[in-house]
Protein backbone atom coordinates (compact mmCIF):
# COMPACT_ATOMS: atom_id res chain seq x y z
CA UNK A 1 0.00 0.00 0.00
CA UNK A 2 1.25 3.61 -0.61
CA UNK A 3 1.51 4.90 2.55
CA UNK A 4 1.26 8.43 3.61
CA UNK A 5 3.37 10.77 5.99
CA UNK A 6 1.96 13.64 8.10
CA UNK A 7 3.06 15.82 10.73
CA UNK A 8 1.70 14.80 14.13
CA UNK A 9 0.59 18.52 15.43
CA UNK A 10 0.21 21.97 13.35
CA UNK A 11 -0.72 25.15 15.14
CA UNK A 12 -2.55 28.00 12.98
CA UNK A 13 -4.13 31.25 13.76
CA UNK A 14 -7.64 32.09 13.13
CA UNK A 15 -8.59 33.34 10.60
CA UNK A 16 -5.00 32.59 8.59
CA UNK A 17 -4.38 29.68 5.89
CA UNK A 18 -3.64 26.60 7.33
CA UNK A 19 -1.64 24.36 5.10
CA UNK A 20 -1.68 20.87 6.13
CA UNK A 21 1.62 18.99 4.27
CA UNK A 22 1.25 14.82 3.20
CA UNK A 23 4.44 13.23 1.38
CA UNK A 24 3.41 10.09 -0.43
CA UNK A 25 6.45 8.77 -2.55
CA UNK A 26 5.34 5.70 -3.51
CA UNK A 27 2.11 6.58 -4.94
CA UNK A 28 1.60 5.14 -8.16
CA UNK A 29 -0.31 6.70 -11.49
CA UNK A 30 -3.44 5.61 -10.81
CA UNK A 31 -3.93 6.41 -7.33
CA UNK A 32 -6.00 9.43 -5.69
CA UNK A 33 -5.29 11.17 -2.46
CA UNK A 34 -7.88 11.86 -0.50
CA UNK A 35 -8.29 13.91 2.54
CA UNK A 36 -10.40 13.57 5.75
CA UNK A 37 -10.62 15.03 9.26
CA UNK A 38 -12.08 13.84 11.98
CA UNK A 39 -13.49 16.38 15.18
CA UNK A 40 -12.96 15.04 18.50
CA UNK A 41 -14.00 11.04 17.94
CA UNK A 42 -17.24 11.84 15.43
CA UNK A 43 -16.97 10.07 12.06
CA UNK A 44 -14.24 11.29 9.44
CA UNK A 45 -15.56 13.86 7.24
CA UNK A 46 -14.94 14.13 3.46
CA UNK A 47 -12.85 17.39 2.50
CA UNK A 48 -11.14 16.55 -0.85
CA UNK A 49 -9.18 14.10 -3.20
CA UNK A 50 -7.48 14.53 -6.57
CA UNK A 51 -5.56 12.58 -9.24
CA UNK A 52 -2.83 14.86 -10.54
CA UNK A 53 -4.20 18.19 -11.12
CA UNK A 54 -5.55 20.72 -8.26
CA UNK A 55 -8.25 20.81 -6.97
CA UNK A 56 -10.78 23.14 -5.08
CA UNK A 57 -13.99 22.73 -3.49
CA UNK A 58 -15.94 24.58 -0.86
CA UNK A 59 -14.00 23.30 2.25
CA UNK A 60 -10.57 23.76 0.88
CA UNK A 61 -7.85 23.02 -1.84
CA UNK A 62 -5.44 20.80 -2.85
CA UNK A 63 -2.02 21.36 -4.39
CA UNK A 64 -0.42 17.85 -5.48
CA UNK A 65 3.38 18.39 -6.58
CA UNK A 66 3.85 17.60 -10.70
CA UNK A 67 5.64 14.03 -9.62
CA UNK A 68 2.71 13.50 -7.12
CA UNK A 69 5.11 12.45 -4.60
CA UNK A 70 3.63 15.30 -2.25
CA UNK A 71 0.30 17.49 -1.70
CA UNK A 72 -0.70 20.36 0.75
CA UNK A 73 -4.32 20.79 1.52
CA UNK A 74 -4.98 24.51 2.48
CA UNK A 75 -7.82 25.80 4.13
CA UNK A 76 -7.87 29.66 3.17
CA UNK A 77 -9.19 30.48 6.50
CA UNK A 78 -9.15 28.75 9.31
CA UNK A 79 -11.32 29.04 12.02
CA UNK A 80 -12.30 27.43 15.78
CA UNK A 81 -14.14 24.92 14.30
CA UNK A 82 -11.58 24.02 12.16
CA UNK A 83 -9.23 22.12 15.16
CA UNK A 84 -9.73 18.64 13.99
CA UNK A 85 -7.33 15.89 13.04
CA UNK A 86 -6.76 15.75 9.45
CA UNK A 87 -5.71 12.55 7.37
CA UNK A 88 -3.88 12.11 3.88
CA UNK A 89 -4.80 8.72 2.29
CA UNK A 90 -3.47 7.23 -0.95
CA UNK A 91 -6.71 5.10 -2.21
CA UNK A 92 -5.57 1.82 -3.36
CA UNK A 93 -7.53 -1.30 -4.48
CA UNK A 94 -7.77 -4.27 -2.24
CA UNK A 95 -5.40 -7.10 -2.82
CA UNK A 96 -8.18 -8.59 -4.82
CA UNK A 97 -9.47 -5.82 -6.77
CA UNK A 98 -12.94 -5.88 -5.88
CA UNK A 99 -12.65 -2.33 -3.95
CA UNK A 100 -10.96 0.21 -2.84
CA UNK A 101 -9.22 0.68 0.68
CA UNK A 102 -8.18 3.42 2.52
CA UNK A 103 -5.73 3.24 5.04
CA UNK A 104 -6.19 5.46 8.14
CA UNK A 105 -2.38 6.87 9.42
CA UNK A 106 -2.09 8.57 12.83
CA UNK A 107 -2.88 11.96 10.66
CA UNK A 108 -2.44 15.97 11.94
CA UNK A 109 -3.38 17.25 14.68
CA UNK A 110 -4.49 20.80 13.64
CA UNK A 111 -4.86 23.30 16.38
CA UNK A 112 -6.54 26.41 15.55
CA UNK A 113 -5.91 29.31 17.98
CA UNK A 114 -8.03 32.68 18.83
CA UNK B 1 -23.42 11.67 -0.26
CA UNK B 2 -25.99 9.71 1.62
CA UNK B 3 -27.11 10.27 4.98
CA UNK B 4 -25.67 7.51 7.43
CA UNK B 5 -27.05 6.53 10.51
CA UNK B 6 -25.69 4.10 13.19
CA UNK B 7 -27.72 2.20 16.51
CA UNK B 8 -27.10 2.92 19.13
CA UNK B 9 -24.67 6.13 19.21
CA UNK B 10 -23.32 4.58 22.31
CA UNK B 11 -23.25 1.53 24.68
CA UNK B 12 -22.09 0.03 28.06
CA UNK B 13 -21.43 -3.55 27.84
CA UNK B 14 -20.54 -6.12 30.06
CA UNK B 15 -18.07 -8.89 29.33
CA UNK B 16 -19.04 -11.94 27.57
CA UNK B 17 -22.10 -10.53 25.92
CA UNK B 18 -22.57 -9.60 22.41
CA UNK B 19 -23.59 -6.30 20.45
CA UNK B 20 -25.11 -5.44 17.27
CA UNK B 21 -24.92 -2.20 15.67
CA UNK B 22 -26.84 -1.08 13.50
CA UNK B 23 -25.67 1.27 10.30
CA UNK B 24 -28.69 2.40 8.41
CA UNK B 25 -28.11 4.71 4.55
CA UNK B 26 -30.97 6.62 2.87
CA UNK B 27 -29.88 5.63 -0.42
CA UNK B 28 -28.83 2.46 -2.34
CA UNK B 29 -25.33 2.32 -2.26
CA UNK B 30 -22.96 -0.24 -3.59
CA UNK B 31 -20.46 -0.57 -1.33
CA UNK B 32 -20.39 -0.63 2.88
CA UNK B 33 -17.60 -1.21 5.04
CA UNK B 34 -17.17 -1.55 9.02
CA UNK B 35 -13.97 0.68 10.92
CA UNK B 36 -12.54 0.59 14.45
CA UNK B 37 -11.10 3.20 15.88
CA UNK B 38 -9.92 2.18 19.09
CA UNK B 39 -9.07 4.40 22.19
CA UNK B 40 -6.14 7.18 20.91
CA UNK B 41 -5.64 5.14 17.88
CA UNK B 42 -6.39 5.75 13.59
CA UNK B 43 -9.55 3.95 11.73
CA UNK B 44 -8.58 0.19 11.16
CA UNK B 45 -11.38 -1.25 8.63
CA UNK B 46 -12.56 -4.19 9.80
CA UNK B 47 -14.67 -5.76 6.50
CA UNK B 48 -16.76 -4.87 3.63
CA UNK B 49 -20.02 -5.86 3.89
CA UNK B 50 -21.05 -7.59 0.74
CA UNK B 51 -24.97 -7.56 -0.20
CA UNK B 52 -26.43 -10.86 -0.47
CA UNK B 53 -22.97 -12.69 0.44
CA UNK B 54 -20.53 -12.98 2.75
CA UNK B 55 -18.38 -10.10 3.99
CA UNK B 56 -14.99 -9.87 3.30
CA UNK B 57 -12.71 -9.46 6.48
CA UNK B 58 -9.09 -7.74 6.60
CA UNK B 59 -6.86 -9.65 7.91
CA UNK B 60 -6.39 -9.80 11.85
CA UNK B 61 -10.52 -9.93 11.94
CA UNK B 62 -12.87 -13.36 11.99
CA UNK B 63 -15.79 -13.53 11.26
CA UNK B 64 -16.91 -15.76 14.25
CA UNK B 65 -15.68 -12.47 16.33
CA UNK B 66 -17.54 -9.65 13.74
CA UNK B 67 -20.13 -10.89 12.09
CA UNK B 68 -21.94 -8.76 9.87
CA UNK B 69 -24.54 -9.09 7.81
CA UNK B 70 -25.85 -7.27 4.83
CA UNK B 71 -29.35 -7.80 3.44
CA UNK B 72 -30.11 -5.22 0.89
CA UNK B 73 -28.39 -1.93 -0.48
CA UNK B 74 -29.69 0.27 2.52
CA UNK B 75 -28.37 -1.57 5.82
CA UNK B 76 -25.74 -3.50 7.28
CA UNK B 77 -25.43 -4.94 11.07
CA UNK B 78 -21.85 -5.37 12.83
CA UNK B 79 -22.03 -7.50 16.13
CA UNK B 80 -19.01 -7.82 18.64
CA UNK B 81 -19.34 -10.88 20.11
CA UNK B 82 -18.22 -12.61 23.53
CA UNK B 83 -16.72 -8.87 24.34
CA UNK B 84 -13.74 -8.36 26.49
CA UNK B 85 -12.75 -4.85 27.90
CA UNK B 86 -10.28 -4.60 24.46
CA UNK B 87 -12.74 -4.42 22.53
CA UNK B 88 -13.63 -1.12 23.80
CA UNK B 89 -13.28 1.13 20.63
CA UNK B 90 -15.65 3.35 18.17
CA UNK B 91 -17.12 1.32 15.75
CA UNK B 92 -18.10 3.38 12.32
CA UNK B 93 -19.54 2.04 8.99
CA UNK B 94 -19.07 4.19 5.70
CA UNK B 95 -20.66 3.75 2.13
CA UNK B 96 -19.57 4.85 -1.35
CA UNK B 97 -22.43 5.06 -3.67
CA UNK B 98 -20.35 2.96 -6.03
CA UNK B 99 -16.92 1.22 -5.96
CA UNK B 100 -14.94 4.19 -7.45
CA UNK B 101 -17.16 6.78 -5.40
CA UNK B 102 -15.61 8.93 -2.18
CA UNK B 103 -16.38 6.70 1.00
CA UNK B 104 -18.39 8.97 3.83
CA UNK B 105 -18.54 7.88 7.19
CA UNK B 106 -21.28 7.54 9.89
CA UNK B 107 -20.99 9.13 13.27
CA UNK B 108 -19.96 5.80 15.17
CA UNK B 109 -20.85 3.83 18.07
CA UNK B 110 -18.90 4.16 20.99
CA UNK B 111 -18.70 1.21 22.42
CA UNK B 112 -17.24 0.14 26.59
CA UNK B 113 -16.97 -2.78 27.65
CA UNK B 114 -16.47 -3.83 31.22
Known amino acids: DAKTTQPPSMDCAEGRAANLPCNHS???????VYWYRQIHSQGPQYIIH???NNETNEMASLIITEDRKSSTLILPHATLRDTAVYYC???????????????FGKGTLLTVNP | SAVISQKPSRDICQRGTSLTIQCQVD?????MFWYRQQPGQSLTLIAT?????????ESGFVIDKFPISRPNLTFSTLTVSNMSPEDSSIYLC???????????FGPGTRLTVL
Open chain 2, 94 to 104: SESYRITDTQY
Open chain 1, 50 to 52: GLK
Open chain 2, 27 to 31: SQVTM
Open chain 1, 26 to 32: TISGNEY
Open chain 1, 89 to 103: IVRVLNSGGSNYKLT
Open chain 2, 49 to 57: ANQGSEATY
